[in-house]
């Protein structure tokens, strides 16, 4: 998930058709590590995605992933695909908790193409899937493609 | 989310349910409020942290942002709803909106997320 550089990511409209599929790409297994480098990173420090004796207190298993971790490697793999300024809308729905040892999974596909005022756009579907198969994201986003 | 001047800077409003946790000397030394991220907006809504959850986020990109821009971000709590929760009790779902303006004064990116507080 590392080692993106700007020189890999598509500057132009990349032209997508309905159906056209984003490279799979997975992730983890997901480390505790991982979650408190991403607490630095973002400022969130909730002790539930640290501190396993408050996760415990909580009636959890214990700590769990930041949503937008994972949000933020599928928002990755869409800007490699359609590139960063092309994306105009990009939504998450958290549907599951992602736990430490998680492997995941990370899905996008054009939906439908629109084109109107003179730019095409793809709505696209995106998912974010654990090795149980469960969802932990269902996203959707629109970039322009032309 | 029409009326823009209705966006007001949220202030810590302190950790009112942090409770046992940070009496203990496990909880955070500072409130979250201050340090940002989802947890500080659960904070600052007055939200039970250990029984919130981020539901949804979105983001809208209008303006590019490049280096050396400088953004300001004003936040409003936009809707608070209730409804029953599938095994029962009373789940507060709590809307967010962010807008981040350059400093041209031009809105270069919404956010909107929705947090879920579960009644215990």
């Known amino acids: 998930m590392t080692g993106l550089t700007t020189t890999d990511l598509p500057t132009v409209p990349v032209g997508l058709a309905e159906g056209d599929e984003m490279p799979l790409t997975t992730a983890g297994p997901m480390t505790r590590t991982d979650f408190v480098r991403y607490a630095g990173a973002s400022g969130d420090f909730h002790p539930l995605h640290h501190d396993e004796i408050y996760a415990r207190d909580a009636g959890l298993p214990c700590v769990f992933a930041m949503g937008l971790l994972h949000a933020g490697i599928l928002g990755d793999q869409l800007a490699r695909w359609v590139g960063p300024d092309n994306i105009r809308r990009f939504a998450v729905r958290f549907t599951g908790q992602v736990w430490p040892g998680d492997e995941l999974t990370f899905t996008g596909r054009v939906e439908r193409v629109e084109d109107g005022d003179g730019v095409r756009l793809a709505h696209l579907v995106l998912t974010v899937t654990r090795q149980t198969g469960d969802p932990a994201i269902t996203a959707t986003a629109t970039a322009q493609i032309g | ?120």
Do not use: C
Request: without cysteine; aromatic residues 4%; proline residues 4%.
């Open chain 2, 1 to 120: 989310v029409d009326d823009a001047d209705g966006f007001a800077q949220l202030e810590p409003v302190g950790r009112p349910h942090a409770g046992s946790h940070a009496a203990d000397g496990d909880g955070p030394d500072e409130p979250l409020a201050e340090r940002g991220g989802v947890g500080g907006l659960a904070e600052t809504v007055g939200a039970d942290l250990s029984q919130v959850l981020h539901g949804e986020a979105a983001w809208e990109y209008v303006v590019p942002v490049r280096m050396g821009d400088t953004l300001t971000a004003r936040q409003k709590v936009a809707d608070v709803t209730q409804r029953q929760g599938k095994r029962g009790g009373t789940m507060t779902l709590v809307t967010i909106d962010t807008e981040f303006t350059n400093q041209r004064g031009e809105l270069a990116v919404r956010r909107t997320d929705t947090l879920i507080e579960r009644e215990i």
